[in-house]
């Protein structure tokens, strides 16, 4: 998540710095927003301080009697554009469901606090999360005459492990859940991320990792001789000479440039046009040709034209490289901020709850350069928070939740092959009444994403199953 990681501004999104790195995804309003009381601190009686939290409601579907559909919202604004679409609302249509979807505090319209100072974040976790949308639930019952109906949670990346954790903790608030390409296990150290990504890549042409090491391994290489600099600004189209001053400097640079490549494994063939997202028709088999084409000279030269093929599809005129730069944004606490679009808040996260750092520091993947001290030392270098704080918060979010050890009913987990957060979710069947649903050649979150001709039989499978599971568990 540079610029930013299923959200419902992605209702899917989930990669260290944001789901998605270059691009925002335009907003479109398409219904009408509304507003909830929300209390800042669920957890401190003493605390009365109030804010509005966004929502949008969709009854088209409504019957009565019919259950009730809560789409999470994750780290970016809601996206309107999924109360009017989206495998969610085809099966309201069929059950006759009411369908509600809640922005996440701190995120999108949704501002509890002035600013965002480290110290107002404090207000900002999973678990005040679940309280806005325990809270939530609660009112809106007895505000509609609901309290007897039977609720569902739906949602995709962060918000799948949300809307798991929901039913975990509030199994008297809500019947069932989807949780969606969910990373339930927390980590510091998230190496696995780009072991997917290498077989991901390999699924496509097992030559297309192995060029792209060569490649990063050159570049890498080159930015231990600053006599190359000049030439890198001009392959890569940096915004200003690149400067490498410091060990950060160079990590900063390489995830950036394996970022291109970590994006589109993430998102692969997702149907995401509907959301307003650019870049959808750049897939996997478009970067790995590009990787191949010997015409464009060397593994490194073909590197760059991968970058810069990024750059014209997202209109992004030059590259900045600077990791000053990046801290510069990532610190402005102001809610007009350059990364107040969720970069600072969810990187916070990461740093005070999940972890998930996306490291080199696998041999078995594409990469080089971004060692998980490069992580870390974000945590420190934005929020002054320690690596033994981030450590020790990471295990205690583990205790809370369980990690995969979900001890639960009526939670229905799918994941696709290609996503590389597959490795931090449900991947084999729990129990009976906690199935995972493992969709073999699909990306992040791509069963919520609406139907179309050339989807895989084994996704549109995976659709109608989970109807299925719903249909069952909605007469218990």
Not at 14 to 30: D, L, N, P, Y
Not at 268 to 297: Q, Y
Request: with cysteine.
């Amino acid at each position: 998540m540079k610029s930013h990681a299923c959200v419902v501004h992605v209702l899917c999104k989930t990669r260290f710095k944001g789901f998605r790195r270059f691009h925002e995804v335009e907003r479109r309003s398409v219904l009408e927003e509304q507003w909830f009381i929300q209390r800042l601190d669920h957890f401190n009686g003493a605390d009365t301080r109030v804010w509005k939290q966004r929502y949008f409601i969709n009854e088209a579907f409504y019957k009565p009697g019919g259950p009730v559909f809560l789409m999470i919202g994750g780290e970016g604004p809601a996206n309107p554009a999924w109360m009017k679409a989206g495998a969610w609302l085809t099966y309201a249509q069929k059950l006759g469901a009411l369908c509600l979807m809640l922005e996440h505090r701190f995120y999108g319209e949704s501002h509890p606090t002035a600013d965002l100072s480290t110290d107002n974040l404090r207000y900002l976790s999973s678990r005040q999360a679940l309280a806005d949308l325990a809270h939530f639930r609660s009112v809106m019952a007895e505000r509609r005459g609901l309290a007897d109906r039977k609720w569902v949670a739906f949602g995709g990346s962060y918000p799948g492990s949300l809307a798991a954790w929901f039913r975990l903790k509030y199994p008297h608030l809500v019947h069932a859940s989807v949780a969606t390409s969910a990373p339930v296990h927390a980590a510091v150290n998230f190496p696995e991320y780009l072991e997917v990504v290498w077989r991901s890549l390999a699924s496509e042409n097992s030559n297309c990792p192995v060029l792209v090491k060569k490649a990063s391994v050159t570049l890498a290489e080159r930015l231990k001789d600053p006599e190359t600099y000049d030439n890198i600004t001009k392959d890569f189209n940096l915004c200003s000479k690149l400067q490498i001053q410091t060990e950060m400097d160079a990590a900063y640079f390489l995830e950036t440039l394996a970022g291109n490549f970590m994006d589109v494994v993430q998102y692969n063939e997702d149907n995401r046009g509907f959301e307003g997202a650019t870049g959808t028709n750049i897939t996997i088999k478009v970067l790995c040709g590009v990787m191949a084409d010997t015409s464009l000279g060397d593994p490194y030269a073909r590197y760059a034209a991968v970058a810069r093929l990024m750059m014209d599809t997202f209109s992004i005129k030059c590259l900045n490289a600077s990791y000053e730069g990046y801290r510069r944004d990532m610190t402005d606490a102001s809610w007009s901020g350059p990364a107040a679009g969720g970069g600072r808040q969810w990187v916070y996260q990461t740093c005070t709850e999940f972890g998930f750092y996306q490291s080199t520091d696998s041999p078995n993947q594409p990469f080089t350069g971004f060692p998980l001290v490069y992580h870390v030392k974000q945590c420190a270098d934005l929020y002054n928070v320690s690596a033994e704080q981030l450590a020790e918060a990471v295990a205690q979010t583990n205790e809370f939740y369980g990690g995969y050890d979900i001890r639960s009913t009526r939670i229905v987990l799918p994941n696709g092959s290609i996503d590389p957060w597959h490795a931090l979710g449900v991947t084999w069947d729990i129990s009976p009444d906690l199935p995972a649903v493992f969709i073999q050649g699909t990306a992040h979150c791509a069963n919520m994403y609406p139907a179309r001709s050339e989807d895989l039989p084994q996704l549109a499978l995976a659709r109608d199953h989970i109807f299925l599971l719903l249909q069952r568990w909605l007469k218990q």
